[in-house]
């Protein structure tokens, strides 16, 4: 597994427009109203990276504090909040019940579950909204090569997801009214694979997976075959629960 902080040095200058989801402003909205936060909430944004998530509550809450181990990422975060902390998630520089809200987009596929997910029980404030948004796979017809496919495109991914694993770990810490809500995302193969931090063979593995992928996966996946391009409509599932 590649150093998750290596991986994230080489893809910040691109990251911004490395898929579609990433811009996406009506999942980045949607993360906002799951998370409840009003104007004197204060909100923990995890793994900001260039903080497109902090943005849309900065202004709109009391505070919000974005948290990375990346600083070539947070080079591209300025202004997006109101305080950036450079620490993992494993080990939250805060006291107990610190926050009204707690994101996090697509970074826990990079940390230990184990432990990031007592640290944001515990960085919660009683009554406090967790809001988490990740890329899984559909289901038991389509993981291996979803997961074959998101180990070349990120080295550093620690954690191959399923759509039910994030909100049964909330459920496991003791978070209560948990629930699940899927958004597809039609993806660009090839604005997905161009990151800046995967060498072009793994590029030309990825596409070479989609073209031999089953029938099954294909269908899943509603991939298309376009003259220079494959889309792919991509599952992220928002789990959300209250402490
Ligand atoms: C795919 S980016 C997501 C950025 C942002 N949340 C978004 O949705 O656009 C993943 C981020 O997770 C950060 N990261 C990886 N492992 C981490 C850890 N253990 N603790 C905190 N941040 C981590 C990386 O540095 C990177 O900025």
New binding site residues.
Partial sequence: MEN??IH?RNRAAKYNHSSNW?EDQTLIRRIYELSGAGPDALVL??????G??AREFFGKVKKVVG????PE?AQYAEGCMDEIVFA???ELPFPNDSFDAVV????LQ??RLDKAIPEIYRVLKPGGTVVLCHLTAYGTSDRELAFAIQKLRNPARRNYLMPSDMSTALKNQGFQNVADLEYVTEESVNKWIDNGAIPRENMDAIRDLYRSADEEFKRIHNIRFTSDDILDDMLLVLATGRK
């Fill in positions: 998750a902080s994230f990433v944004d995890i793994a900001t990276g260039t497109l998530i948290l990375d181990i990346s990422m993992p998630v494993e996090c987009r697509q970074g990079f940390a």
